[in-house]
């Protein structure tokens, strides 16, 4: 029998895929984004300061959110759909499609400027086809950990304040979780925190990309090899396994100029290539549906 709270997961799983997201106005992590903003606005200068309030108002948020998510009522019906307000795969497969679509109208003008508004920080105005579409699957194969693995790992876990807890963090690393002069000591608690958080969930989330792979096109075991290989190579301790996964899997090079090679594959990254990683991306999700309901779960974690 499959436990409320897995019910639950599977109903948000599911809301997420047919429906997604709501409008920003109600939007739990657009809510945490307004919360990481004002602290900004309200950080003192100096840099203990900061650290230290970087670390307390994180603390303050991560207090508000647990609060807020234990008074949803129990029902699976209504903690999935709370719950599916906060993954963001059908919106993370709408962005990737975007710019597949663009680059296959031979629109790289477009392509650029969807990838660096949906999926990426990196300055897009002069990078190739090639490169978009490399970025974008980068992008793709990343956030399946951030936006899908981790947080539904997180919902099995702690319920509701679970999740909420994980996007508040993983939100305040993404506005906050940068190395320059007004976010390095800021930004430090939340990086580090949320580098903690997806340790488990990235790896779990290569392991995810080689079965789907060797599923849809064979290329499993190439995608776990280069994934232990070359995942040390990217600045984050976790962003570098799914992405460097989804490389073997693909049988391609995917490069952030100035600062990392992932993969050497034979293959150059073009739309065609997205709409493979976007059908090993399914299959993932598909994975992680069939694992949350007939996967046991450790007595520890019941």
Not at 168 to 174: E, P, S, Y
Request: hydrophobic share 50%; net charge positive; no cysteine.
């Amino acid at each position: 029998m499959v436990s409320r709270r897995r019910q639950a997961l599977l109903i948000a799983l599911a809301a997420d895929l047919l429906i997604g997201d709501p409008p920003n106005t109600w939007h739990p992590v657009a809510l945490m984004g307004h919360w990481m903003h004002f602290g900004d606005r309200l950080a003192p200068q100096g840099h203990r300061e900061r650290l230290i309030w970087g670390g307390a108002w994180l603390a303050g948020g991560v207090a508000l959110a647990s609060v807020i998510a234990s008074r949803v009522p129990a029902h699976p019906l209504v903690q999935g759909s709370v719950a599916s307000m906060l993954l963001a795969y059908r919106g993370l497969d709408r962005a990737v499609g975007e710019v597949q679509a663009a680059l296959q109208r031979n629109d790289l003008v477009e392509a650029r400027r969807l990838l660096g508004w949906h999926l990426v920080s990196r300055p897009t105005d002069d990078l190739r086809a090639d490169e978009v579409a490399g970025a974008a699957i980068e992008s793709l194969a990343e956030n399946l950990g951030d936006s899908l693995v981790a947080p539904s790992l997180a919902f099995l876990i702690g319920g509701l304040p679970g999740i909420a807890i994980y996007r508040l963090v993983n939100t305040a690393d993404a506005m906050w979780g940068y190395r320059n002069e007004h976010y390095e000591h800021l930004g430090k608690p939340a990086a580090r925190l949320d580098d903690a958080l997806n340790l488990l969930p990235a790896r779990l989330t290569a392991a995810l990309i080689a079965v789907a792979a060797q599923i849809v096109n064979g290329q499993g075991t190439a995608a776990w090899r280069v994934a232990r290989r070359d995942s040390g190579r990217t600045a984050s301790p976790n962003a570098g396994w799914p992405m460097a996964a989804m490389a073997g899997a693909l049988d391609t090079t995917l490069t952030k100029r100035g600062h990392y090679v992932l993969g050497n594959g034979s293959r150059l990254p073009d739309a065609a290539m997205i709409g493979e990683a976007r059908r090993i991306a399914h299959v993932v999700l598909a994975l992680l549906a069939g694992g949350v309901a007939l996967a046991p779960i450790p007595r520890a974690l019941r």
